[in-house]
């Protein structure tokens, strides 16, 4: 969004601004200020003229400007109707060096989960990758993953819906006392860096949201079936205003996560290359890896498959 339309808009959130007021404060043209409003208009800003000027009735569009507006957190919001990932643009801008943009799509025709699984991205959903540049080493890049699972469970749970965490990376929501759930949420994330230091890190975000559960993968549910369409709009400042509370102090991060986590005293199976481990899980250590009780010992798991298990 330009400056001029950002001061439009700021201008007419305290309220109705006629036309000569806006063209002096901003030292432009009368029809400078129309043209603005016009783009506004079409990009999703419900503005009427009245005697007293312009006025802001409604933000009611799904855009990039849309979610701009009011946002207090510092992205600027690249905003696709189709795309194929939105991952793939997000490590585009970040090669071009990019910071603090979050490539947003109301649908994803070429996306793709963990390991390179299959991801079902329809109309309706909130799919979001987020470029960062933090001055952090790569040990800590699992953070930022941690970060963005928060994020989302608590902008989920601002909906009424009872969303928790499944180590490591996805939202859930859970169906009865057995450690049984339902998916709402995943995370790719992506990075690029040196021994000693993160260049980039891309949380790459697919939220089930304003979508039929049918139309989902069996064993996936939505925002939609589970408490009702949501404002996405208000979903994703929500979404990236707490990831940027997060990512600012990471040491809030796993107390964060612990809070909602689904995985903690369940018992699980992680797959990893080195062999399975079974056992309670019980922790996560400060830098995310799932420490579990098992038969012969703690063991602790950085990276792996995890599946909750019935009791024995």
Known sequence: MNETRRAILEALSNGPVSGPELAESLDVSRAAVWKQIDGLRDAGFEIE??????ELVAVEAYTGPAVEFGLE?????EYHETIGSTNNRARELAAEGAADVAVLANEQIGSRGRLDREWSSPPGGVWVSVVSRPTITPAKAPLYTLAAAVAIARAAREAGVDARIKWPNDVVVPVGDDGDYRKLAGILTEMEGETDRVDWIVPGIGVNANVDADALPEGATSIRDEAGDVDRRRFVQRLLEEFDDYRSDLETVVPAWRDLALTLGQRVRVD???????GEAVDITDSGALVIETDDGRQTVSAGDCEHLRPV
């Open 272 to 278: 990893r290359p080195a062999g399975e481990v079974v």
């Open 49 to 54: 003229s009245g005697p007293t000027g312009y």
């Open 73 to 77: 957190a510092p992205f600027s919001v």
